[in-house]
T-cell receptor, first 117, second 111 residues
């Protein structure tokens, strides 16, 4: 079974621009979560989608948004980029509770490394 | 108080020794616990999950859970240099549809 894929893998943007990142979950997984990882803050939860609905959102400004499509693929968008948005953005997919406790296991994609200059 | 706490390390152990990684959590209704390994520059990789009190073994890895003490640990037996990585503890709490991660413990296995 193919793993979680994320595109693009690397991105360089300038302040003020916007960016869209894409995530394709493992086949059959309907939950997609997004995280931001920086050296100082660790893994910070952005939001989680399940069957096209955002069920949970982390403590990030409204510049960070996301969506999920009917095929479970997800995108996240960051508008008006700031230098502090430079990070590794990770998406993870899971079955999320649809079949016992092991269905909460999240599997990560390779990440998109965003550099804002 | 942080929701999930880990010692940042580095934890240095000689090759062949047992590495013991610890994690404490604050939410008493937490129900599922996970250990991820992350190599530098890579994404986290799930290595163990545990849901009930006691020990769970998988190869050289043993996860231990004590819900009364709100404590979960990961033991790595016969540590190898390839085990050198950051180990992240993650907790699923209550009805929240998200995992909360600790900041990770960096493990160094020395020759």
């Amino acid at each position: 079974k193919a793993g979680v894929t994320q595109t693009p893998r690397y991105l360089i943007k300038t302040r003020g621009q916007q960016v869209t990142l894409s995530c394709s979950p493992i086949s059959g997984h309907r939950s997609v979560s997004w995280y931001q990882q920086t050296p100082g803050q660790g893994l910070q939860f952005l939001f989680e989608y399940f069957s096209e609905t955002q069920r949970n959102k982390g403590n990030f400004p409204g510049r960070f948004s996301g969506r999920q499509f009917s095929n479970s693929r997800s995108e996240m968008n960051v508008s008006t980029l700031e230098l502090g948005d430079s990070a590794l953005y990770l998406c993870a997919s899971s079955l999320w509770g649809t079949s016992g406790p092991s269905s909460y296991e999240q599997y990560f994609g390779p990440g998109t490394r965003l550099t804002v200059t | 108080q942080k929701e999930v706490e880990q010692n940042s390390g580095p934890l240095s152990v000689p090759e062949g020794a047992i590495a013991s990684l610890n994690c404490t959590y604050s939410d008493r209704v937490s129900q599922s616990f996970f250990w991820y390994r992350q190599y530098s520059g890579k994404s986290p990789e799930l290595i163990m999950s545990i849901y009930s009190n006691g020990d769970k073994e998988d190869g050289r890895f043993t996860a231990q859970l004590n819900k009364a003490s709100q404590y979960v640990s990961l033991l790595i037996r016969d540590s190898q240099p390839s085990d050198s990585a950051t180990y992240l503890c993650a907790v699923l709490a209550g009805t929240a549809s998200k995992l909360t991660f600790g900041t990770g413990t960096r493990l160094q296995v020395t020759l």
